[in-house]
């Protein structure tokens, strides 16, 4: 067996030697991120300057060009280890993964590794908003204090008369997002300590209570994983039923997306080893224990991700979601009403819980990104080449600042070796 050499102290060095982002940069790509998309810390994607390297997957592998492709981006950033997928509409579909799951043991990353998708779960949330407003279940247009108006806390959310469910979904509604407020951070860092995370979607609202609102509901756009947090309760209390019981039935089941599950609880079979960049939130480095569970709950995010999946069913979601088997016709459309994130340019924007990108080299491409403490992942579905192609990296240092271009650089290459195969 080959031996692997892996430097990992010298990658909780560089983890440790972050600085912290600028909200306001982040605000502005947190449609892409993940549900907890905090004030990570990190300046520069490069891992090779620092000394950084993790030795590709030992197994035997397909020696095809989306497997060397993803096994190059990974020695030239030297992140841990990813997983990648494609699939076309007419059922043609491939697979790779290169580097390590977990570090320390030297275990590989393998296709069937899962991560943390983060806020790629928003798209799933969204899916079941625009199936129950389709059904007649929900309204997309009336205040949400039909369905709100009884918790005890409703008059004292920011916008709380003029907010609608479809504000709400798509980042409309002028609400803060409480993942950036001190007091969030600093209660997440108390239940750490007395293992009583996660925090209830109900007392999660209570970080935005009686702030003022970012702008008048439906006159902005700005990222609030707080409503959709909002979003979730709705659901429950239209539906009577829980969320996660709801995507499981609709879509989970009948597309076989059998290695997505909620991310509910400390111990996720399967999970990879996640390498997070230092965080408001205090948490460590590793994202797991020796044994594998989870050393902060994830649970935490809810309705804003919620999800642990694999790159291989991320795929198969966006090829069946955008293809126009997951959702009636008319739900779908409704779902990409999308409009534009800043009024000067329509190159980018938002519907309900997925991104559309206009104006590209590739045409309209639909998706999201998801990044939360020691992941990162992405999922695009290029519509005028029914193509979809996901990812997921099993660390977020260095993955999503101002100064890395590592996920557009993984996004763009590999799209060019999937339509270069295709042909």
Known sequence: MKTHKIRTSLFYKFAQQKRLKEVVYLIMLLLFTGALTLRINSQN??????????TANPTEKPHNEFQDTLDSMQHRYGFPGATAAYEWVDGRKGTAAAGMADAETAAPMTTESRMLAASIGKMFVGAVAASLIHDGVLAPDIPVSRWLGGRNWFTRLPNHEEITLRHLLTHRSGLPNHVYMDAFAEEVKKRMTDHTLPISPDSLVQFV???????????????????????????EEATGRDIYSIIEEQFLAPLNLYSTSPSDRYVLPGLAAGYAAENSLGFPVKTTTPGGRMVWHPGIEWTGGGLISTSADLVSWGAEL??????????????LDAKPVDPSTDEILYGMGVAAYKNGAYGTVYGHRGWIPGYTSSLRYYKEYGVAIAFQINTDIGMMDNTSSVIETMESKLLEVVLGEGE
Do not use: C, M, R
């Not at 994607?45 to 993790?54: E, I, R, V």
């Not at 955008?322 to 779902?335: K, M, S």
């Open 322 to 335: 955008f293809g126009g088997d997951a959702l009636p016709e008319e739900a779908l459309a409704l779902l």
């Open 209 to 235: 209570l009686d702030q003022e609102p970012l702008f008048k509901a439906g006159e902005g756009w700005a990222y609030t994983d707080t409503g959709y947090i909002l979003v979730g309760l709705i659901i």
């Open 45 to 54: 994607a490069s891992k090779n300057a620092a000394g950084l390297y993790f």
